[in-house]
């Protein structure tokens, strides 16, 4: 067990916030597969500042299972602080705040938010104050190695945001430069949680179980975030949490398994979303629940290009079957 402030987080691993993914429908999916932490999608400050409908939509308006935080991101204390502030007043089911200074985005870094805040460790400090001015409960931020080479900062950045108050950290084992290329560099990272005061989560690269293992082993991490290696692979999450509760190591999906979990997440989306947007979106997902498959590449091809409706995933996936399965 370990702490997000003074909640009580009994599992090691954490659904990481996706842009275009982790809507409510997507964390309810993930509940079944042993996550005990999960982020809503980066949540604009003055998106929220501003009124915009779409940005406020991403507050959490369903109580979840598990523990949610929602994520915002800004470049200025004293915006962020605002956004908290309306976060505080009209959003609802959310047990923390979490803060992205790790999004390597250009369209995000070219405002001086997400990774570009890495290049400045005090403002990193400040960002947290200012929350904590105006929100009780815990606040939290998601790092990565450092802008760039040259300048991997993370222990400075570390330093700020503990002496802030922070109540836990995220880090990426890559720099902004790096963007999602190359190996996580976890090395760099070797016993980290073990110079740090506040629980540690650590991502970059977490596609299989032993990749989890790896990563806590090195880092001597709290927990262990799965992002794209969750993508169409539900089971992961599973596999992880499963290991370290009691050191079982379960049996790869079957095609059958990786069928129901495509259509039930399908069917949640569309609950969400409508079906015309949520077959469009579920384009680049439908075709991740299939892998090592006699030629899948087919079927991958069909799920990306001719989804519209949720009928013509079932018809595909069934087609598919009828002839490989």
Known sequence: MWKLGNLNIEGKVVLAPMAGYTSFAYRKFFEEFGISVAYTEMISDMGLIYGNKETISYLPIKKANVITGIQLFGSEPENIKKAAIIVKNIAKHYDFIDVNMACPVPKVTKTGAGSSLLKDPKKCGEIIKAIKEVYEGPVTAKIRLGWDDKS?????????????????????????????????????????????????????????????????????????????????????????????????????PTFEKQKEHCLRL????????????????????????????????????????????YQSLVDIINDYESNNI
């Open 152 to 252: 991997i900062n993370f222990l400075e950045v570390i330093e700020e945001l503990e002496k802030a108050g922070v109540a836990a950290i995220a880090t990426h084992a890559r720099t902004k430069k790096d963007l999602y290329a190359g190996t996580p560099r976890f090395e760099l990272l070797k016993d980290l949680r073990n110079k740090m005061q506040v629980p540690l989560i650590v991502s970059g690269n977490i596609f299989t179980l032993d990749d989890a293992i790896n990563a806590l082993e090195i880092t001597k991490a709290d927990a262990v975030m799965v992002a794209r290696g969750g993508l169409g692979n539900p089971e992961l999450a599973k596999e992880i949490d499963s290991y370290f509760k009691d050191g079982t190591r379960l049996a790869p």
């Open 266 to 309: 399908a069917k949640l989306f569309i609950e969400e979303k409508g079906e015309d947007k949520a077959m469009m979106m579920y384009r680049g997902i439908a075709s991740r629940f299939f892998f090592d498959l006699p030629n899948v590449k087919k079927l991958k091809a069909r799920l990306s290009n001719e989804l519209t409706t």
